[in-house]
C-alpha cells in the first residue's frame, strides 16, 4: 500500500522559533509538493519539488523554505513561525508527469 | 490565472436521497481534472482523473462527469459513510500545479 507520512498529526510552537515539518514518501515518486490548507481558503501550494535538491516556488512560499537532500524526503521550514502560520499542513507525491497525488495526513500546526 | 470554484459549500442529504455536487473551473488548457474525498483530520484521498469533455469515471455509489467548464460528482443513494469533504482540482497544460476549489462537506443523514 502506497504511504506518504508526515512527522507529526499535531504540533505546538512559539512565535520565532524555528519549525520542520517532515515528510516521507514509499512509492519512489519523483514530485513532492507542500500544501497548506485552511478554512474558506481550500488548499494552496507552498513548494514543490521535481527531483532532489530541486525545488520551486508555489502560491505561498513567503515565510517558508524546504529541502530535498534524499529523494523520499520533502522538509517544510518555518524560518521564524508567526501566528499566521497556524495551520494544517499536507505533503503530497506524484510520479513523473501524473498528477494524481498521494497524501499525508496532515500536521495540524498551532503557533502560540 | 486558473480558477476552480466548488457549489455548494456544504450539502446535506438524508440517506439515499441523491445529489450532485458541483466544480465549475477556468483554466489554461485543461489537462486533467481531479476528484479526491477529504476525511476530517485526514489528508485528501484520491477518486477519479478525468481528462476530456464527456469523459465519465464512477466509483461505487460517485460518478463524476466532465463537460468544458464544469464537472460534477453525482451521488446515488447516499450512505452515512459518504459523508466527507469532497476536493476538485484542475491541471493546466503549462504547469506542474494543482489548483484546488474551496471543497464541498457533505453530510448524510441516517
Known amino acids: 500500500d502506497v504511504k506518504v507520512t508526515q512527522s507529526s498529526r499535531y504540533l505546538v510552537k512559539r512565535t520565532g522559533e524555528k519549525v520542520f515539518l517532515e515528510c516521507v514518501q514509499d512509492m519512489d515518486h519523483e514530485n513532492m509538493f507542500w500544501y497548506r490548507q485552511d478554512p474558506g481558503l481550500g488548499l494552496r501550494l507552498i513548494y514543490f519539488s521535481y527531483d532532489v535538491k530541486m525545488k520551486e516556488k508555489g502560491d505561498i512560499p513567503e515565510g517558508y523554505s524546504v529541502s530535498r537532500e534524499k529523494k523520499e524526503r520533502f522538509s517544510l521550514i518555518l524560518e521564524s513561525a508567526s501566528t499566521n502560520q497556524t495551520s494544517m499542513y499536507l505533503c503530497?507525491?506524484?510520479?513523473?508527469?501524473?498528477?494524481?497525488?498521494?497524501f499525508g495526513q496532515g500536521t495540524r500546526l498551532t503557533v502560540v | 490565472e486558473d480558477q476552480v470554484t466548488q457549489s455548494p459549500e456544504a450539502l446535506r442529504l438524508q440517506e439515499g436521497e441523491s445529489s450532485s455536487l458541483n466544480c465549475s473551473y477556468t483554466v489554461s488548457g485543461l489537462r486533467g481534472l481531479f476528484w479526491y474525498r477529504q476525511d476530517p483530520g485526514k489528508g485528501p484521498e484520491f477518486l477519479f482523473t478525468?481528462?476530456?469533455a464527456g469523459e465519465e469515471k464512477e466509483k461505487e455509489r460517485l460518478k463524476a462527469t466532465l463537460t468544458k467548464k464544469e464537472s460534477f460528482l453525482h451521488i446515488t443513494a447516499p450512505k452515512p459513510e459518504d459523508s466527507a469533504t469532497y476536493l476538485c482540482a484542475v491541471e493546466n497544460n503549462a504547469g506542474n500545479m494543482l489548483t484546488f476549489g474551496g471543497g464541498t462537506r457533505l453530510m448524510v443523514k441516517p
Open positions: 503530497a507525491s506524484s510520479r513523473g508527469r501524473e498528477k494524481k497525488a498521494f
Open positions: 478525468l481528462y476530456s
